[in-house]
């Protein structure tokens, strides 16, 4: 629903900002999805006056105005006829921002313009376009338009939730307002004249179906006039979104959504008989809506009748055939309440979705209806004029019965973990039209008023005190503590099954290692991880340190597996290792380090068996690396003594190593008794959860452009290294290149000594063309040059 | 010109009949329908007609063009259809040959059952605390009110390194650690290794350990009992019963010890339970006053509870492993049993 502040303030004194308004709506329960500024142009527009005007020499239809904007005389250029010298005009200066596009200087047909003078449409003032506005003769040049038309208002597009009806209407959002500001609220509360004759004499009301029909009252003025609405009229409804049509019309909806209770108009002279029958529809019964379409009813659905046909779909929609014309003379203002229910189903079927469907099936309340009568004739009788009938027939057999709600604030504490005392308690509750009937103890006792049948339990009252004692306002007392980083704990899980699918078998060994240990790997006696922490009194000298690598016990693993006829197997182990630290207190770093040995695969009927080697283990690493969130990883060669000579690969993060894999040198092999190649990796977890990683990934556009493939093969000098030939590759053009997969290294036959031939398939993408043939062929080119330059490579 | 037309039509129709693949068919398609085939040069040589005749002809191209476009069509389902019977015929496949698996290993069984223990306590809000394994004597022992004088302190008991530095004995200077850093209330799981210098067929120097701890206004031994069969119902079956009895801790007060009915006989009594029913699981308690003013936990306030438990136990039992020395061997073929 759309609220004007200005219209809103007619209920409420209120002069917050729109920004401070918008929130003290939303954390009051009626969520603002948009505000819109109405007006603001008139800021920007001045009143000028044409000095002059001829005929554009160019065009027929187009005028040179000489216009004074109370500064100097400027040129415009104006395509209406009423601009004649001497008239008072609206000027939008160069460089006014008009809806979406901004006023510049212009040349039009060979004429300079420095501006546009403006019709009433362009200014939001009303709907005509007919020529450019003319004001009147005793506005200031160079004013501001703003001045003499302020059209001003700031309209909030917000949302009432279902159980909120009574919001359906400015009234009930100044009066929710008012509670919350604490600020006085005015109800239209009009005395109506007493009027002529009685209304009896004229209209019979006969309701057939009070259950689906709770209260109906008919008030009738004879001799309207029916005419267009006034200008505050047309503005207040417009305002929010409706087009003025003439001014009973216009009275019935600002009523409703100034109280939130639809009403209808018919005219009397259309009502046959004079009689209003309140009745269920035939089955099949035939009805010509006020939108010309025919609909078929249901025995479910209900009417408002006269002696003869069906003049309005209850609650829904009216008929054609008894609305307001412009020749109506006599209305009756009919102001009910319809069940809810009824509404809806007949709504639903028939899918008409009227305002004044959507409020009825929201459940309205049957005192409003008299209320939205009353103010309905109040308004017609003072735009449209005509004489009132005395009194209203108002069938209403069964009284809405007020609801009595009781309060304990001891409940309050337990619901909303708030004290707050009775007072408080009374305010808030009185405040939104509730009254106090009894204080005990622990409990107080309320009135609910007819307008809040969402409020019928004690959870309900609790809930509107924590509306207005504001929900960020309840001090909270548990702090959730980030004891454990939950995401290191998940991401250590990912490695280890990873390591599983991986064909990985997870070992478990303990904590205690030998110095001999070191020594079979090789490690110098510099090395920090001869800094180790040694036990007093170690169960003996193999168990007498804490272990400051896990390898050895998987070499050891390894080993024992292989005494026992195991061949082709993988072992990993996660755990601590030790080092003595700054202090008394220990370095415990974990450590994620495994084996791979044997068949790459397991045997297949399918497939040819083949051996591990190291870019397997490789692979195992980069996976696991990949799977850290880490990027950007550097190799080196490593000099780790374990890894036989040039095949042992370190792998370096932002200058940190965190991790390694090679090839287990086959003499330090032979100290633990493994006489076949192995293949060992090491990753320094602490290290890695250390570093910056990319935990979520940044979703990037599916590019839409076909990408290219393009091979490129040639011969290379052994001596260089891939990851440097394939970072020049990418470097030559980043933002094409997506992707390079090296295809094939072949040496030997052919190939001369020293050099090796390698094959890439390179993958051209871009996110915003179609490449062509010619612009790839142009790449290669400079790919190959480049190549050729640094590499000296053969093409091949 | 009619006649040329006829016999085009004619050599279009023999070759789409004589067409057996689909790519034949397309090629023959552009050849004969294409923008830049004859018929539609036909078309084209309209002009070269008297004005009468050029209406009759023109129908007589755009029928010839219709009637190649269904021959076509029509071809091109039986080619296909030819070519789906000549898969069949190739694909003739023994598919009780075994399929492409990829290789698979497994977690450790204690990891697995640690990770059992892990979820079914996070399931409840509790958080994962973690504890250096080289600790020193006021965490381990002191500020668990054991005095200086416990046996446990023994250097037959307990690691040293040097000095007052030594290995945990137990989880639970993790429990001290997180006191002395978070307030109440906590909810955490201290799973680790330990150690102790035991070496024989039931112990193992190094072995793992896990303990709860929960501090909170209003926590006591019913909230301990009701974790107890929670903890026992998720790992060993809903029919599993907790009973504690009275013993001594020195960090709690009153303290317990915790037995739950055997699940292998489920209490009747076996070999496994020494004919009693019932299996040892830990030790409970509530959290001695004492600890909390250690940590500087107001003791009027808060209470907590505490229990520990060995994970290396729970595995055994879990998997029916009888000998402990196989959890620490590595034995492929014991480890390939619990893929």
């Known amino acids: 629903m759309k609220i004007s502040y200005k219209w809103l303030r007619d209920y409420i004194d209120i002069d917050l900002d729109a920004k401070t308004l918008e929130e003290e709506l939303t954390f009051s329960g009626i969520e603002v999805e948009a505000v819109e500024e109405l007006g603001a142009i008139l800021n920007q527009i001045l009143v000028a006056e044409v000095k002059e005007r001829q005929q554009h020499p160019n065009s027929d239809h187009l005028w040179i105005c000489q216009v004074d904007n109370g500064n100097e005389v400027i040129q415009v250029i104006c395509g209406a006829d009423n601009c004649e010298a001497g008239k008072k005009v609206a000027l939008a200066p160069v460089g006014t921002q008009m809806g979406e596009f901004v006023i510049n200087k212009a040349k039009l047909r060979g004429e300079h313009s420095f501006g546009m003078l403006c019709s009433e449409r362009e200014l939001g003032i009303s709907d005509n376009h007919d020529g450019i506005i003319n004001l009147a003769g005793d506005c200031v040049n160079g004013e501001k338009l703003s001045r003499y038309y302020d059209l001003s208002d700031i309209v909030f597009e917000v949302e009432i939730t279902p159980n909120r009806p009574d919001l359906l209407g400015i009234t009930g959002i100044a009066r929710d307002l008012s509670s919350l500001l604490h600020r006085e609220f005015r109800l239209p509360n009009p005395e109506l004249p007493a009027g002529t004759k009685p209304i009896r004499a004229e209209l019979q009301l006969d309701n057939q179906a009070i259950d689906l029909c709770p209260r109906y009252t008919a008030r009738m003025i004879k001799g309207v006039t029916i005419a267009e609405s006034p200008d505050w009229l047309k503005r207040r409804i417009t305002a929010i979104g409706l087009r003025p049509i003439n001014n009973v019309v216009d009275v019935t909806n600002f009523v409703m959504f100034e109280l939130g209770h639809p009403l209808h108009a018919f005219d009397y002279h259309l009502v046959e008989d004079h009689q209003i029958i309140i009745r269920r529809a035939g089955l099949g019964e035939k009805f010509v809506a006020l939108n010309d379409e025919e609909y078929i009813l249901a025995d479910t659905d209900l009417v408002i009748a006269d002696s003869k046909k069906a003049i309005a779909l209850a609650g829904v929609i009216g008929a054609a055939n008894s609305q307001i014309q412009s020749s109506t003379q006599d209305i009756i203002i009919e102001a009910a309440n319809f069940k809810y229910s009824a509404v809806r189903r007949t709504s639903k079927r028939l899918a008409i979705f009227t305002d004044s469907a959507y409020r009825f099936e929201r459940d309205l309340s049957d005192m409003q209806a008299e209320l939205a009568g009353r103010r309905c004739c109040e308004l017609i009788l003072a735009t449209a004029g005509g004489e009132l009938l005395e009194g209203l027939l108002d069938s209403y057999p069964e009284p809405e019965e007020p609801v009595i709600v009781t309060i304990r604030p001891s409940r309050i504490k337990k619901v909303l973990s708030i004290n707050i005392s009775q007072e408080t308690i009374t305010n808030y509750l009185e405040s939104l039209g509730l009254k106090q009937l009894s204080n005990g103890e622990d409990s107080l006792q309320f009135e609910v008023p007819h307008y809040r049948k969402d409020l019928s339990r004690e959870i309900d009252l609790i809930e509107e005190i924590i509306r207005l004692y504001g929900y960020n306002n309840v001090e909270t007392y548990f702090k959730p503590q980030k004891v454990m980083n939950y995401e290191i704990f998940r991401n250590k899980r990912n490695l280890t099954d990873s390591l599983v699918k991986l064909g990985f078998y997870e070992v478990v060994n303990w904590s205690f290692a030998g110095v001999e240990d070191l020594d079979k790997l090789r490690i110098v006696e510099r090395d920090r991880r001869r800094e180790v922490v040694s036990l007093k009194n170690p169960l003996g000298s193999s168990f007498a340190i804490m272990r400051p690598l896990l390898l050895p016990d998987i070499l050891r693993n390894t080993a024992y597996n292989l005494n026992h006829n195991q061949k082709d197997f993988r072992f990993f182990e996660l755990n601590k290792v030790f080092l003595q630290g700054a202090g008394k207190q220990a370095e415990e770093k974990y450590h994620l380090s495994g084996l791979i040995t044997g068949l790459r695969d397991a045997i297949h009927w399918r497939e040819e068996a083949v051996k591990t080697d190291f870019y397997d283990v490789k692979g195992v690493v980069e996976e696991l690396l990949s799977l850290t969130g880490l990027s950007g990883i550097e190799e080196k060669y490593s000099k780790e003594t374990w890894y036989q000579p040039g095949v042992g690969l370190d792998f370096y993060n932002q200058g940190k190593l965190v991790a390694s894999a090679g090839k287990l040198d086959p003499k330090v092999a032979s100290s633990f008794e493994i006489e076949v190649p192995c293949f060992v990796f090491d990753l320094y977890l602490d290290t890695i959860y250390n570093e910056k990683r990319k935990i979520v990934p940044d979703f990037r556009e599916i590019v839409k452009f076909p990408p290219v493939l393009r091979d490129l093969s040639f011969l290379i000098d052994q001596r260089f290294d891939l990851a440097e030939i394939a970072a020049d590759i990418r470097q030559s053009n980043p933002e094409l290149i997506s992707k390079i997969i090296l295809f094939d290294e072949y040496k030997g036959k052919n190939v001369p000594s020293g050099k090796r031939s390698l094959t890439f398939s390179l993958t051209f993408s871009s996110i915003n063309k179609t490449l062509n043939d010619k612009l790839i062929s142009k790449e290669m080119d400079r790919i190959v040059r480049s190549l050729e330059k640094k590499y000296e490579i053969k093409m091949r | ?339």
């Open chain 2, 1 to 339: 010109m009619k006649e040329e037309l006829r016999k085009q039509i004619e050599a279009a129709r023999t070759a789409i009949n004589a067409a057996e693949r689909q790519h034949d068919l397309m090629q023959l398609k552009s050849q004969f329908l294409g923008k830049k085939s004859d018929l539609n040069g036909f078309m084209m040589r309209l002009k070269e007609l008297p004005a009468s005749e050029r209406p009759a002809f023109g129908k007589i191209v755009n029928e010839a063009k219709q009637q190649l476009e269904e021959l076509i069509n029509s071809r091109l389902l039986k080619v296909k259809e030819s070519e789906y019977a000549a898969v069949l015929q190739a694909e003739h496949l023994d598919l009780t040959m075994p399929g492409k698996r990829n290789i698979r290993g497994a977690l450790h069984p204690i990891t697995q059952t640690w990770r059992e223990i892990e979820d079914l306590f996070i399931r409840l809000g509790f958080q994962v605390a973690d504890g250096p394994d080289i600790e020193d004597e006021y965490h381990n022992f002191d500020a668990l009110n054991t005095p200086a004088d416990h046996p446990a302190r023994d250097l037959s008991d307990t690691f040293y390194i040097e000095g007052d530095v030594l290995l945990r004995t137990h989880t639970s200077p993790v429990q001290i650690r997180t006191m002395e850093k978070f307030a109440p209330p906590i909810k955490i799981i201290c799973p680790g290794r330990t150690y102790r210098n035991d070496n024989d067929a039931t112990h193992s120097p190094c072995f793992h350990q896990v303990e709860a701890l929960v501090v909170d206004e209003g926590i006591n031994i019913a909230d301990l009992r009701d974790m107890l069969n929670y903890f026992a119902r998720e790992l060993f079956g809903p029919e599993i019963a907790v009973r504690i009895r009275p013993h001594f801790f020195p960090f709690t007060e009153p303290s317990a010890e915790m037995d739950m009915v055997c699940p292998k006989c489920m209490g009747s009594g076996c070999s496994l339970c020494k004919d009693t029913g019932w299996l040892e699981l830990g030790g409970a308690g509530i959290v001695d006053p004492n600890v909390f003013e250690y940590v500087g936990i107001d003791s009027e306030k808060y209470t907590g509870y505490a229990f520990g438990l060995g994970i290396d136990r729970i595995a055994m039992l879990r998997f029916g492993i009888t000998d402990m020395r196989l959890l620490f061997n590595n034995d492929l073929r014991f480890l390939r049993q619990f893929k």
